[in-house]
């Protein structure tokens, strides 16, 4: 009759102690070596803000909020750490999960991470071996890239190699897995109704890409996507030792270029369906060197679109004097030509713009204020124009302005003087437009002489298959 007493005080004493232990543990000197620790290991300042020891349901540390860096770039909520209890009397200590729960990285911490993972892989046979590593709610945040809600779960070998990983973000709308090759491991992304977290943010309907991950690359040799109902077809490098570099190749196809225009301005005003051939790299020792050196070359072409704001036409029979109109548009059958862009604008050179009512040459340029500057020759067909009307294009991409150069406006003053007004004007228009495209001196818009080299016309045409 007495022993369920005895039982029952015995489990009592079992619990009185599994909850008084962490109580009387230092606790504050666990985060005082930890913070030693990491702060040895990654060369910066680590503060951790408690620690506490749990035995049920298995004995774990929780560390709750660790920052790192003077100005802290790197904050976790909680880091929990369950170890397996044996290894503990052993020399080599094992942990069996590590769960970091709300990370928030800045553009300083993968500025650091390059640092870090340089400095590692030189101590062998680590005094302490994690097996899983488990992710939840991490956010990225930089000038350029914007990550949230993150998971992951990332197992490693005994020798701390990655034998899997597998995260999502958005919701599940991407989903990425790793797993090993070699000394690296072959990547896999799919994704479904997904905006691209770097600018421009393209929404993709679909995403596949495959490659390989190393230590100080990423390799994505096939990317294939659906978007704004085209298809994209690229091949993507992007390097962040020794330096931060990333260059690449895409094709797209059939593509809606209204959408993708106005993640540029949201005074764009352009339609047609957009097939192009395209290069771009970019370097720099950090991130944010990388992305203001980016640059991108391409050729383009655009099917049975509409040049909103801008009548060439009626600007083509205007006045000398006179500037176009804000309303009106153009219709094309075929909008062609070479861009090149970088940081500071846009730069449109060789184009060729032609519908059953026109064919203009020109190019163009546009600042990071939309402001437009270049020249566009117009000829309008069944007048049996002998040139082209050359007009000025000036103003912003909201309020385009359309009016006849230098030349044309001389010639039709002097031909007014000379025969009247009416029949003189005309004629000389025409001779000061003969005149300034025979002698007149014609700039190009260009993008940076050191920027990647465009592709050619004929890739241009063959589309996204071509040459694949």
Do not use: C
Not at 382 to 398: C, Q, R, Y
Request: proline share 5%; no cysteine; hydrophobic share 40%.
């Amino acid at each position: 009759m007495r022993r369920p007493p005895r039982m029952l005080l015995a489990a009592g004493a079992v619990l009185v102690l599994l909850l008084a232990t962490p109580l009387v543990l230092p606790t504050r000197l666990i985060v005082e070596r930890i913070e030693l620790a990491a702060g040895a290991r990654l060369d910066e300042q680590v503060r951790i803000d408690s620690a506490s020891i749990h035995l049920l349901p298995r004995p774990r540390l929780v560390l709750s909020g660790l920052a790192v860096g003077k100005r802290p770039h790197l904050r976790i909520e909680t880091i929990t750490v369950t170890p397996r209890l044996l290894s503990l009397l052993r020399g080599q200590k094992v942990i069996d999960l590590v769960e970091l729960v709300g990370p928030r990285l800045s553009q300083v911490t993968l500025e650091r991470l390059g640092q870090w993972s340089a400095g590692a892989g030189g101590n062998d046979g680590p005094s302490v071996r994690v097996e899983r590593l488990r992710v939840r709610q991490l956010e990225l945040r930089t000038e350029a890239l914007k990550l949230a809600n993150v998971s992951g779960d990332v197992r490693l070998s005994a020798d701390a190699r990655l034998l899997s990983a597998v995260l999502e973000a958005d919701g599940g709308r991407l989903q990425i897995t790793l797993t090993p090759r070699g000394h690296a491991m072959r990547i896999r992304l799919a994704a479904k109704d997904w905006r691209l977290p770097l600018k421009p943010h393209l929404h993709f309907t679909s995403l596949r890409a495959i490659g390989v991950l190393s230590a100080h690359a990423l390799d994505l040799s096939e990317v294939e996507g659906s978007l704004y109902g085209g298809r994209l077809a690229a091949r993507i490098r992007f390097d962040w030792r020794p330096r931060w570099m990333l260059a690449g190749r895409a094709e797209l196809e059939n593509m809606q270029v209204e959408p993708l225009a106005r993640m540029y301005s949201t005074s764009s005003s352009i339609s047609g369906r957009l097939d192009a051939v395209s290069v771009f790299e970019g370097g720099g020792a950090s991130p944010t060197e990388l992305a203001d050196s980016m640059r991108l070359e391409a050729r383009f072409e655009l099917h049975d679109g509409l040049l909103h704001k801008m009548d060439l036409a009626a600007a083509a029979t205007l006045v000398p004097g006179k500037t176009s109109p804000k309303a009106g548009v153009t219709r094309f059958d075929r909008f062609r030509g070479h861009l090149g862009a970088d940081r500071k604008g846009f730069y449109f050179s060789d184009l060729g713009i032609s519908s059953g009512a026109l064919d203009a040459k020109g190019h163009l340029t546009v600042t990071g204020e939309e402001a437009l500057s270049g020249r566009i020759d117009v000829a309008l067909k069944g007048t049996g124009s002998i040139v082209g009307t050359p007009l000025a294009v000036s103003g912003t991409l909201d309020a385009p302005r359309l009016r006849p150069t230098g030349g044309t406006v001389a010639g039709a003053a002097a031909g007014t003087l000379l025969l009247g007004p009416g029949l003189g004007t005309t004629l000389g228009m025409k001779a000061g437009q003969l005149t300034e495209r025979l002698f007149g001196r014609k700039d190009i818009a260009r993008a940076p002489a050191n920027a990647a080299q465009p592709a050619t016309e004929k890739s241009a045409r063959s589309g996204p298959t071509g040459g694949r």
